[in-house]
């Protein structure tokens, strides 16, 4: 057969009947939509192979006259829509108002479901017959607004028709290019369904009519971030609301599926939704991807949705942790460890330590630490840091290993003066600490300490000096005393038993410190209750006055002085002098004192100086390096002090004071013994740390209780050749 077979109806209205063996090949031409509902020659609801082929919807008047099956009237969607309906339900509609056959009803109700289901859209071949729910989102669907229905002719190659077998079903058939009358669906002034004139046959294949995606708008901050949502499918629904961020390549095409970066929310009843995006957004600027997901009449997501956009950020925001750990003092020469601290509003999640083989460039964001000291740049690097340990946190701490328990960056001021720190964040975070062309500050210097040699010192108050404390292991250099150290405060870094032998408790630098029985770390002892010795005066031998050399003085005995005054040179040798300052005088000590020459075989020829200053203060002047005797000074508030470093008497230089290291950079030997209300220790000479400025380790001040107060004569009856001489000293330990 080459021909088409055509079936022709009462008035010669043609509703095509083809022969299924027709069809392979006989039409090349191809369909005007690409979407393919449903497969050529089988059946939309079964997907079964169809057989020969009929009308849609059969319609006749009274008279048994073929009707056509679809009129201009139905460019009234009303009347489309009810005339649809009524084959739907009763197999015919009104306006065929011809006696059916059984067989018609059945035709023209599967008809319906056909229109109905294939102008929704739905895939077949198989496709599931139209409930009620689906009825009125078809319905929907025609009555959008943007739905233009006209009656026009219309060109086709695909046509349809119901499969004359028992399949009770419509199939899409390739037929040859005819125009006819057809009732046209338009969307956007795009055609989205036709049905033809006769037999409703809907002809070629569409997608159906298009459904609209839900409107939905974003707007917020990184606290809070709202909006609304509607859907023109269905306007009373609840929608669910799906939020993407850092999603890779940038917007989605359409909802790109659920992945690790993504939320679900819903709208409310009043088609408002909200979140909070700083649980999602970290340091970086974020897009967050806020899809409304469309819905059927049903409530049934139909694959359309809304999309709306909104860029925040950053919202971690990062502050300084301040102020750092970086020393206000530190000593030349030592290493300190730092650890810049910034804080972050939300926890930071990688890298953190753990990851020591990441380049510190690597980490995002860049921690980089600078410091500027006295002779420019001496430290300006990236540095690794950690968020906290186990898990992510909100501080981010240097950390240049890049693993747990690191101490930080080792930092060494080479020379004195004044180091400047800056760190900050670059990349994701940008924070500069401690501000913009702001830095934390520490001065560098040496630590001068003080020693006592051969004897004890007793303080009714804290001895306090500067010590390495057993740093590294074993070097207690700085501040001690040979001997014991008995304090009513606190013995503070200055140790006790100093280079003397014993076992490691003598060497522990607490040994000899009184009371040290809750010594601990830099504390050696303390709280021990001590009397400082009274002297009493002798009678008046003789009067002094202004400025005295000690090399004058030519004869032994007592010399009182009732204002202030002068001392220097050498005390000849044998020569006993014992001078007291009464009336509130001041001693001003402004060159060396040493002894003479003597013969240590020879005690009555070993000089003996003692000073007592009843109310006022001894001021060394500071080139003076040596001095010799005991110096008592008494007093109270301003008075009973010994300063030594001064440039006049009662002016002692301070730190306030220009150039006060270099002023009292000497060192000062005192042979003998200090007794005072307070001892003013102003040299700066030397340090306790070894250092590469040159600076010597060694004490500014030397208190050396040498044997020369114990074999000269004290100046007494006691010392006559009558009283006989000493053979032995022996120094022994405290009575407790």
């Not at 009620?132 to 028709?161: C, G, H, K």
């Not at 630098?509 to 303390?526: E, I, K, P, Q």
């Amino acid at each position: 057969m080459t021909g088409r077979q055509k079936r022709v109806y009462g008035t010669g209205l043609l509703c095509s009947v083809f022969v299924l063996a027709w069809l392979g090949g006989l039409f090349a031409t191809a369909p005007k939509a690409a979407a393919q509902l449903s497969p050529l020659r089988r059946g939309y609801f079964t997907g079964a192979n169809a057989g020969a082929y009929s009308p849609v919807i059969h319609c006749h008047d009274a008279s048994g006259n073929i009707l056509m099956s679809l009129t201009s009237a139905m460019t009234d969607k009303d009347f489309f829509i009810e005339t649809v309906k009524q084959n739907l339900t009763v197999g015919r509609a009104d306006r065929c108002p011809g006696t059916v056959q059984p067989r018609d009803i059945t035709r023209n109700r599967t008809g319906a479901q056909f229109i109905i289901q294939t102008m929704r859209g739905v895939r077949g071949a198989p496709a599931p017959r139209p409930d009620a729910a689906a009825v009125a989102d078809w319905e929907m669907l025609v009555r959008q607004p943007d739905v233009m229905v006209s009656w026009e002719d219309y060109t086709f190659t695909i046509n349809s028709a119901y499969a004359q077998s028992s399949l009770n079903d419509d199939t899409y058939y390739l037929d040859r290019a005819t125009t006819t009358k057809a009732l046209v669906f338009k969307q956007g002034g795009e055609i989205v369904f036709v049905i033809k004139e006769s037999c409703a046959n809907p002809i070629d294949i569409y997608d159906g009519l298009v459904r609209h995606a839900p409107t939905i708008t974003a707007s917020g901050n990184c606290s809070a971030v709202s909006g609304r949502v509607i859907d023109p499918d269905s306007p009373g629904a609840i929608l669910d609301v799906h939020v993407y961020y850092n999603v890779a390549g940038g917007i989605p095409p359409g909802e790109p599926g659920w992945s690790g970066n993504a939320f679900a929310i819903s709208s409310d009843a009043s088609h408002n939704y909200s979140f909070n995006p700083a649980d999602y957004a970290g340091a970086q600027a974020m897009d967050f991807y806020i899809f409304a997901i469309g819905v059927d009449s049903s409530g049934i997501p139909d694959g359309m949705n809304g999309l709306a956009g909104i860029t925040l950020g950053p919202c971690n925001n990062a502050t300084c942790r301040l102020p750092s750990n970086f020393p206000a003092t530190m000593g030349v020469g030592e290493t300190y460890y730092l650890k810049p601290q910034i804080d972050l509003d939300y926890p930071w999640g990688s890298p953190y330590t753990g990851h020591p083989s990441l380049p510190p460039s690597a980490y995002n964001p860049t921690m980089h630490v600078s410091i500027l000291g006295p002779t420019g740049v001496v430290y300006d690097e990236d540095v690794r840091y950690d968020a906290g340990f186990p898990t992510p946190g909100t501080r981010l701490t240097a950390n240049p290993s890049g693993t747990n328990g690191d101490p930080g960056i080792p930092f060494t001021p080479s020379v004195p003066g004044t180091y400047q720190l800056q760190w900050s964040l670059s990349g994701l975070l940008n924070v500069t600490c401690p501000g913009v062309g702001s830095f934390e500050t520490g001065n560098a210097g040496f630590r001068p300490y003080f020693e006592v040699v051969g004897g004890d010192i007793l303080s009714g108050g804290d001895i306090r000096a500067w010590n390495r404390n057993g740093d590294p292991a074993g070097n207690y250099m700085g501040g001690g005393s040979q001997l014991a150290a008995l304090a009513m405060g606190n013995v503070d870094d200055f140790i006790t038993g100093a280079g003397l032998p014993g076992s490691t408790a003598a060497q522990s630098g607490r040994g000899l410190a009184f009371a040290n029985t809750t010594a601990s770390g830099n504390r050696y002892g303390g709280g021990y209750a001590v009397s400082p010795p009274v002297p009493t005066a002798p009678p008046q031998d003789f009067t002094l006055s202004g400025v005295v050399d000690l090399a004058t003085l030519g004869a032994d005995g007592t010399y009182y002085a009732s204002g202030n005054i002068t001392l220097h040179g050498q005390l000849s040798t044998g020569r006993q002098v014992t001078i007291v300052v009464r009336g509130g005088g001041n001693v001003f000590i402004d060159g060396n004192i040493t002894y003479g020459s003597y013969n240590a075989a020879d005690p009555s020829s070993i000089p003996r100086l003692t000073v007592i200053v009843q109310n006022g203060n001894v001021s060394v002047r500071r080139n003076v390096t040596e001095i010799h005797g005991v110096y008592y000074v008494q007093g109270s508030g301003a008075h009973g002090n010994f300063y030594s470093c001064t440039d006049t008497i009662n002016t002692p230089i301070t730190f306030t004071t220009p150039d006060a290291y270099n002023l009292c950079n000497n060192s000062l030997s005192v042979y003998g013994a200090v007794s005072a209300n307070r001892l003013v220790l102003g040299r700066t000479y030397g340090t306790y740390h070894t250092n590469s400025a040159g600076t010597p380790v060694a004490p500014a001040e030397s208190f050396l209780y040498t044997p020369e107060l114990w074999l000269a004569p004290d100046g007494t009856s006691s010392d006559s050749d009558a009283m006989g001489r000493y053979d032995s000293f022996v120094s022994l330990p405290p009575i407790l």
